[in-house]
């Protein structure tokens, strides 16, 4: 039997289902180990090449594999069951991971850093405080419907209206009001402030594709967003209707369509 090449690690909360295959496809290592035991199996195994599901935890173990010296890659769920033989179960799932991470034309999901997550952790944060606001805006609405006030549907309208809408409710239903309007002040707030993202967490080439490059005032592609994209990419001379890349080393020309022609500015292009 040929040392493991390619494991598939199906993670779970307790108990973690381990399939690995020789350079042969052989399988050569079926087990399950709890979550206490997972480091240390893996750091028996062999450099080798290990598969996992992008989901709640793999982006830490991701990490914590990559010390141990091996080749970690991530994919999305939707693109690991087809690979799938039979029925659900952490067995079969593992499989699937270790042969879905061996081919070659399989897509992947890049293994964030700790301040990436940290990042996206606030993201998530305040995209629940939204949707928490928006909830409490419907709540709004729907306690005055049943006395029947009727507000647009409409935020703004909400804000504006409900409090002197409130002031006709029963004293109960008057509170109920006044509280969810409070509550609504304090998203707002948690809502409007903008969280400024420490340079260690932002990738190398920006974060869009103005911020990507620095690209000179006259530049016909920046507003209309066909400025490159490539890391390091750095916009050295403009023309209008095209412009000139460099790339690490290698200079790349690309073709961009001419704006339409305007009466400032007639004749070829």
Known sequence: ?????????????????????????????????RREQLMQ???ALAPCLIGMEACSGSHEWARRFQELGHTVRLMAPVFVAPYRKSGKNDGNDAEA????????????????????????SLHRVRQGWIEERTATINRIRALLTEFGVVLPNRAEHVRRGAHAAAAALPALARRAAE???????LLDERIAPRVSIPPAARPAWGTSAGAAMRTCAACWCRGRARCCSPPRATV?????????????????????????RTRASPGRY
Do not use: W
């Open 97 to 120: 991971i270790c042969e879905a991470v061996a081919r070659p034309n399989m897509r992947f999901v890049p293994v964030k850093s700790a301040e990436q997550q940290a990042v996206l």
């Open 41 to 43: 199996t893996v750091a």
């Open 236 to 260: 050295i001379a403009c023309r209008v209707g095209s412009y000139r890349c460099r790339l690490d080393a290698a200079i790349t020309r690309r073709s961009s369509p001419p704006p339409p």
């Open 1 to 33: 039997m040929e040392k493991i090449t390619t494991v598939g690690i199906d993670l779970a909360k307790r108990v973690f289902a381990l399939h690995g295959v020789d350079g042969a496809g052989r399988v050569g290592l079926r087990k399950t180990v």
């Open 179 to 185: 509280e969810l309007r409070t509550h609504l002040a």
